[in-house]
C-alpha cells in the first residue's frame, strides 16, 4: 500500500470545516496515515497554501512538523506534537505550531503534504520550510498530498 493521508474530517479536494481555520478554533483537523514504508524512519508534514502567492506574494505556510513517529498513526485534532519527538517549524503567521486557513480574498486550496523519510531531521524549533526542504534532500522515500478548500467568512 502506498504512503497514504486522509482526513474525517473533509475528504481530498473537499471544504475545510470552518472550525480549523485561524479566525475560527484555529487548531488542527484530525489526520490518518497509512501506507509507511518500513524503513521510513520519520515523518515531516507540510500544510501550506499555493493560492496565497497572488495577494502574498508567497505560498503561504500554515503548519511544518517534522520527525514524527514513523508508523501507521492518527493525528488528533488540536494534537500537540511536543509530546513525541515531533518539531514543529515557523508558519508564514510569524508563530511556531500550526496556523488555520486563513484566505484573504476567495477560495484558497489547501496541501497537506506527507514525506516518509530514510533519516530523522536535525533542525531546531522554529525552522523554515526551506530550512526541513533542504534537510529532507535526498532522504524522501515516498510522499503523498491531502488538498482541501477554504473560503473566507
Sequence with gaps: MPLRLTSPAFDDGESIPDRYGYEH?????PLHVEGVPKEAKSLVLVVDDPDAEEPAGK????WLV???EAEPLAIPEAWSPGRNDAIEGKNSFGEVGYG???PPDRTHR???RLYALDTSLSLFAGATKREI???MDGHR?????????YTPI
Excluded: Q
Excluded at 505560498?59 to 500554515?62: A, C, G, I, Q
Excluded at 503523498?144 to 478548500?149: A, S
Design 141 to 149: 522515500l515516498e510522499e503523498t498530498t491531502l488538498t482541501g478548500t
Design 100 to 102: 488555520g486557513p486563513s
Design 25 to 29: 478554533e484555529n487548531v488542527n483537523p
Design 133 to 135: 526542504e533542504a534537510a
Design 66 to 68: 517534522w520527525n514524527i
Design 110 to 112: 489547501y496541501r497537506f
Design 59 to 62: 505560498v503561504w505556510d500554515h
